[in-house]
């Protein structure tokens, strides 16, 4: 995450000041080429952020349903 030199890590921005959007099914892959998948219910609400460590510390967050 910003201000972290631990791995890798990638951000999702929704610049939609209105509309949720999903991503669940999306997937992300780190310099080993290992695949990260979100689950099916994940979203980035309006206006929001979504960030993503690799590996996994810890595991995905919860997600709204």
Do not use: H, M, Q
């Not at 999903?22 to 929001?48: K, Q, V």
Request: zero cysteines; aromatic letters at 14%.
């Amino acid at each position: 995450p910003p201000g972290s030199d631990e791995g890798e890590w990638a951000v999702d921005k929704n610049l939609d000041p209105v509309r949720t959007v999903a991503i669940g099914g999306w997937w992300l892959r780190d310099s080993g080429l290992r695949r990260y998948t979100f689950p099916p219910t994940a979203t980035i609400p309006a206006g929001g952020t979504v960030t993503r460590s690799f590996p996994p510390f810890p595991p995905f967050p919860p997600f709204p349903p």
